[in-house]
């Protein structure tokens, strides 16, 4: 039986059936390598190598200046996209929305654009430990006459426009190489389309003009209707900093609280409920007697049983109202973004004093009031609200403040430097003609020392790097991708996987591998059998070609007959990317010359989980397409499987 499953924030990264990621833009506070590699590979189809060696820009990505650069080399296939230049006209860039491109697989001209919403950044945080929110719609702009089509490609279309007013700021030069620019140009053409069948007032919207306080009372008009409601719930991951001494009802409760009555849709007394990290809830933990007092409650964060036990600290950023009677669940709204319930958060449009944040109301569907939940066709409580329980009072504490901002990182004078090599060994970098350097700036070799010119040309001593460090100014310093002669950036060898190292690999399944560039180092099969329960071979007889795809066959056996559903799809593209590698190995090459097909097994209904059992469901014909996809690339297609007579 499959355990019980909350998708994750990478999971929308998985493309639709029948699709591959094509292009696609992210925007955050934050983000990570961890994260950004699992999601590239989910959207691509490709593992962290394989990108390595394809060398094509898939996801752009622009987060706030004080974040410290991801490389290309640690993120292949992902750029990071640094600011241009100072000033900057948000206090914070604190949204985080994705515009993900997605084509079919067999009919390039039909699309689906995914637009994320989420409270949570692009961490691997975010995976692990933070309880987050995300809001997630498609649109298909060749099939205009879905339900709410028209509603979703205005969605679509107001995040389109911020992202292109953040294109402007952000250096994009790198985007407009040859084997990149294709796949940016495809989705802003595919964004036409979805501007041109947008209808009506978007769900989306983010505060470069307005606050999200002075917007979220006209959007739940447009969008939940008029009339008061009876129950309200805030809740943030961050609050406010206030004087404990004042015992005040914080000011951002208490401006969302007046404004949504003044737009008359909430009652005079309403029920209000604040949900807190306990033990970090800033101005609330001194405020609680003042709050109290207006007989709101405070409660901590609800955590759905699918996480077993494992803390998960409160991060979301929501509200929920709606008139509430009995088991009813009258005009129920929700807004969810990244404007924390701070005034530069929530009370502030962007500016020197305010973040630039983003976030969508909606009115969600067939909800029902129960005596302590909000259920949705009899599932879990769709926000992290514990509706049953007040936390007692000394359990709260203020805690710590947002961090500081790092020092910001600008982009570097050239966007990439060329390499040509030299007959008598390294090679020249230099600056690309278009675009030309902004500035003056230097190369650090390997050993950290300024490499030495020779004309415009900077010599490089050794092999052919994938990105190099420049320097420029007083303080100007990163990491910048080298072009290669056929114009390919960041381009790295694609490593071949020794039957060890597939094994070792594949057990890190559902997280990424945990290095792809094992070059020729030995893992011991011994240690990688043991990590499955199984005892390791001995002797020379257990290092024959046989007995070694046989423990591999094995291996992955018992990995994917102990999967959920919801992890197949990228258990597949795993499988398929690291036995695609494999293709050279020698115990491969010893099967090829005896005529058999070692892949055969996996075939057989055993080796197979329930669902993907037969061709009869569509994961067991994926799977099959993927284990004969994989015998034409090890060469064996159409050999006798082990014990079969032909």
């Known amino acids: 039986?499959?355990?019980?499953?909350?998708?994750?924030?990478?999971?929308?990264?998985?493309?639709?059936?029948?699709?591959?990621?094509?292009?696609?833009?992210?925007?955050?506070?934050?983000?990570?390598?961890?994260?950004?590699?699992?999601?590239?590979?989910?959207?691509?189809?490709?593992?962290k190598g394989q990108r390595r060696y394809m060398g094509q820009i898939r996801l752009a990505v622009m987060l706030d200046p004080g974040m410290p650069q991801i490389t290309p080399v640690e993120t292949p296939g992902v750029l990071h996209l640094l600011y241009q230049k100072p000033p900057h006209p948000f206090r914070l860039l604190h949204a985080k929305v994705a515009i993900l491109g997605f084509r079919h697989e067999s009919q390039p001209d039909q699309w689906c654009v995914r637009l994320i919403v989420s409270t949570g950044n692009w961490t691997r945080q975010t995976l692990e430990e933070s309880l987050d929110l995300v809001w997630v719609v498609d649109a298909r702009p060749d099939f205009s006459g879905a339900p709410d089509g028209a509603q979703v490609c205005a969605d679509l279309t107001a995040a389109w426009d911020l992202f292109a007013d953040l294109r402007k700021r952000f250096d994009t030069r790198a985007l407009q190489t040859a084997f990149t620019s294709p796949q940016v140009e495809a989705l802003d053409l595919r964004m036409q389309q979805v501007r041109k069948h947008?209808?009506?007032?978007?769900?989306?919207?983010?505060?470069?003009?307005?606050?999200?306080?002075?917007?979220?009372?006209?959007?739940?008009?447009?969008?939940?209707?008029?009339?008061?409601?009876?129950?309200?719930?805030?809740?943030?991951g961050f609050y406010e900093h206030g004087d404990a001494e004042l015992n005040a009802v914080p000011e951002?409760?208490?401006?969302?609280?007046?404004?949504?009555?003044?737009?008359?849709?909430?009652?005079?007394?309403?029920?209000?409920?604040?949900?807190?990290e306990p033990d970090s809830c800033q101005a609330i933990a001194g405020a609680q007697a003042a709050i109290r007092d207006k007989d709101w409650s405070i409660g901590g964060p609800w955590i759905s049983e699918v996480f077993q036990g494992r803390g998960r600290r409160l991060h979301a950023k929501f509200i929920f109202s709606a008139y509430v009677r009995v088991d009813k669940c009258l005009r129920p709204w929700v807004y969810l973004g990244s404007g924390n319930l701070t005034p530069a958060g929530f009370m502030e449009p962007m500016g020197p004093s305010g973040n630039l944040e983003a976030g969508v109301v909606f009115a969600p569907r067939g909800l029902k009031w129960g005596e302590a939940t909000v259920e949705r066709d009899g599932q879990d409580t769709i926000l992290p609200v514990r509706w049953d329980k007040e936390i007692e009072p000394a359990a709260l504490q203020s805690g710590e403040s947002m961090p500081e901002r790092p020092e910001p990182i600008y982009a570097p004078p050239i966007a990439w430097l060329d390499w040509k090599p030299r007959h008598e060994g390294g090679g020249h970098l230099t600056s690309p003609m278009e675009p030309s350097p902004t500035e003056r700036f230097d190369v650090l070799s390997f050993d950290a020392q300024p490499c030495a010119r020779e004309g415009d040309a900077f010599v490089w001593p050794a092999a052919e790097p994938s990105e190099v460090k420049v320097l420029w100014g007083e303080t100007g310093n990163a990491v910048v991708p080298v072009r290669n002669p056929l114009g390919i950036l960041a381009r790295g060898p694609l490593p071949v996987l020794k039957i060890d190292e597939a094994i070792h690999q594949l057990r890190f399944f559902p997280q990424p591998p945990e290095s792809e560039e094992t070059g020729d180092e030995d893992i011991p099969l011994l240690a990688a059998a043991s990590s499955?329960?199984?005892?390791?071979?001995?002797?020379?007889?257990?290092?024959?070609?046989?007995?070694?795809?046989?423990?591999?066959?094995?291996?992955?056996?018992?990995?994917?007959?102990?999967?959920?559903?919801?992890?197949?799809?990228?258990?597949?593209?795993?499988?398929?990317?690291?036995?695609?590698?494999?293709?050279?190995?020698?115990?491969?090459?010893?099967?090829?010359?005896?005529?058999l097909n070692p892949l055969a097994p996996l075939l057989e209904p055993p080796f197979r989980p329930d669902f993907a059992e037969n061709p009869q469901s569509n994961e067991g014909r994926d799977y099959e397409l993927v284990i004969g996809r994989i015998a034409e690339k090890w060469r064996v297609a159409g050999m006798a499987g082990l014990g079969e007579v032909k």
């Open 1 to 47: 039986m499959d355990r019980p499953h909350l998708p994750s924030l990478v999971d929308h990264f998985n493309p639709p059936g029948d699709h591959t990621g094509c292009f696609g833009w992210i925007i955050g506070y934050s983000a990570d390598a961890h994260f950004l590699n699992e999601a590239a590979e989910r959207f691509v189809g490709e593992t």
């Open 198 to 236: 947008a209808s009506g007032t978007p769900r989306f919207f983010d505060s470069r003009r307005a606050s999200l306080l002075e917007q979220v009372p006209k959007q739940v008009n447009h969008h939940a209707g008029k009339g008061t409601r009876n129950y309200l719930s805030l809740g943030s």
């Open 252 to 276: 951002v409760p208490r401006r969302i609280v007046e404004s949504l009555r003044k737009a008359e849709l909430l009652t005079a007394k309403p029920e209000v409920s604040l949900t807190v």
């Open 532 to 595: 499955t329960g199984q005892e390791g071979p001995a002797g020379p007889a257990a290092r024959s070609p046989i007995r070694q795809m046989m423990q591999l066959i094995e291996h992955i056996a018992d990995l994917q007959t102990r999967l959920p559903a919801a992890h197949w799809p990228n258990w597949l593209v795993r499988l398929e990317s690291m036995l695609h590698q494999m293709a050279d190995d020698q115990t491969v090459s010893a099967f090829r010359d005896l005529g």
